[in-house]
C-alpha cells in the first residue's frame, strides 16, 4: 500500500462524499443568511426575492467546477434585488469569492475580485472587508492544500525511492553473493580434478590411498552441488568473479582484533565442538558477523558487542548482540527490524544471505536492552 493509498485508508470510505455534502450545506446556510438578511428590516416577504436568492445559492453546488459563473451569477442576483428595492447581504457573493480565491488561480480570482467589490459597494450590499476577507481565506486555503499535495507527492517519491534503493542493494548483494560462491565451487571441482589424477595415478599400486582420495573427493563433490544449487538461484548474468581469497571462521579473530583496535569492545563466545562446514555457510556467516560489528560501531554506540557461535546438530547459530542503542521493536524478528545504516542495506545484504542458506534470521532491539543479530544456517544435508 502507497503513501496515497494509506491516506484515503485514513481518512475513511465517506471522504469521497464529503465535498459533495459539504457543498450542500454551504448552499443551503448561504441561502438561509441572506434571506434573513433580505427581510430583516421589516420588509414584506415575497416570491420574487425568495425565488432569486433560492437561485443563487443553488448555484453555489457548482462552485468548485465553474467559480468564475457562479460569481457571476451570485452578483447578477445581487444586482436583482438591489434593483428591485430590496438590500440584499451578499452572502451568496462572499461565499463564491471565496470559492473563487481557493479553486483557480491567483490572478483570475483577482481579477473578478476588484468589479465586484466596486459593484457590492457601490450598491451598498455590503462592506467591502467582508468579501476582501473571504477571497483572502480561499486563497491561504489553495496555498494550504498545494502545500499538502506537495508534501504527500514528495512522500510518496521517498517512498518509491526507497523501494528502488532496497531492490538495487538486494541485486548488488545477490550478486556478489553468487560471485563469492562461483569462488568457492571453482576451488572445490579444482581440488576434485587433482584428486581425481591422483588416484587414477595410484590406482594399481596403491588402491587403498586411492579409495581414501576419492573418499575425499565425493564429500566436496557433494558440497559443490549444494553450493551449485545456491548460485543458480541467484546468477542473472555472467558476473566475473573476484580473485580475492575469500574469508572464513578461521580468520573470524582477526576481524574481531580489528574491531577491537578500532574501539568498539568485543566479546567471543563459541558453544559447542567446532566442526568442518560447507565453504558457503562459512562464508554467510562471517559476513553476517562482519556486517553486525560494522552496523554496532557506526550507529549504535555501545560499550559492548557479544558475538557468539554455536555448533550443534543440523545448525550453526551466529548470534551478534550490542548493548547500544537502537529504533526496533523489541523481540521483532525482522518484521520490526532496526534498519541501522542508509536505507537499512546491511540487513538486506544479511536476508539475502540467510534465505539462499535456507534458514531463519531475526533482527532488532531486545528487552534487556541493545540490538540483537541471530542467524541460524543450516548445515550438512541441509546446506
Known sequence: MNVAQRILAVRGPWAAHRPVLFDIVLAAAATVVETGLLFNDGTRAAPVPIAVTVLAGAALLARRRFAVAVTAAAVAAAAVLAAAGYSPGGAPVVVALWSLAETRDRRVSLAVLVP???????????????????????????????????????????????????????????????????????HSVTVMLIGVRGARDVLETEPRVAARTLERVETSAEQ????????????????????????????????????????????????????????????????????????????????????????????????VHDDGTGTGEPGSGERGADRRGPGGHG?????????????????????????????????????
Open 116 to 186: 465586484v467589490v466596486v459593484f457590492l459597494t457601490a450598491a451598498s450590499v455590503c462592506a467591502p472587508p467582508a468579501p476582501v476577507g473571504a477571497w483572502m481565506l480561499g486563497a491561504y486555503m489553495q496555498t494550504r492544500r498545494r502545500y499538502v499535495r506537495a508534501v504527500e507527492e514528495r512522500a510518496a517519491t521517498l517512498e518509491r525511492e526507497r523501494d528502488q534503493l532496497d531492490l538495487i542493494a538486494a541485486q548488488r548483494e545477490r550478486a556478489a553473493i553468487a560471485r563469492e560462491l562461483h569462488d568457492i565451487v571453482a
Open 224 to 319: 559443490s552441488l549444494a553450493e551449485l544449487r545456491r548460485i543458480l538461484v541467484l546468477l542473472r548474468g555472467r558476473h566475473a568473479a573476484e580473485t580475492r581469497p575469500q574469508p572464513s571462521l578461521a580468520d573470524l579473530d582477526d576481524l574481531v582484533a580489528g574491531y577491537r583496535a578500532a574501539g568498539l569492545p568485543v566479546r567471543m563466545e563459541i558453544a559447542g565442538e567446532p566442526v568442518d562446514l560447507p565453504g558457503g555457510v562459512e562464508l554467510s556467516a562471517y559476513r553476517i558477523i562482519e556486517e553486525a560489528l560494522t552496523n554496532a560501531l557506526k550507529h549504535a554506540g555501545a560499550t559492548l558487542v557479544t558475538v557468539r557461535l554455536a555448533y550443534g546438530g543440523a545448525e550453526l547459530e551466529v548470534r
Open 347 to 383: 540487513l538486506v545484504g544479511m536476508r539475502e544471505r540467510v534465505a539462499l542458506l535456507g534458514g531463519e534470521l531475526e533482527t532488532g532491539r531486545v528487552p534487556g536492552g541493545g540490538f540483537r543479530v541471530a542467524a541460524r544456517l543450516p548445515v550438512g544435508e541441509r546446506a
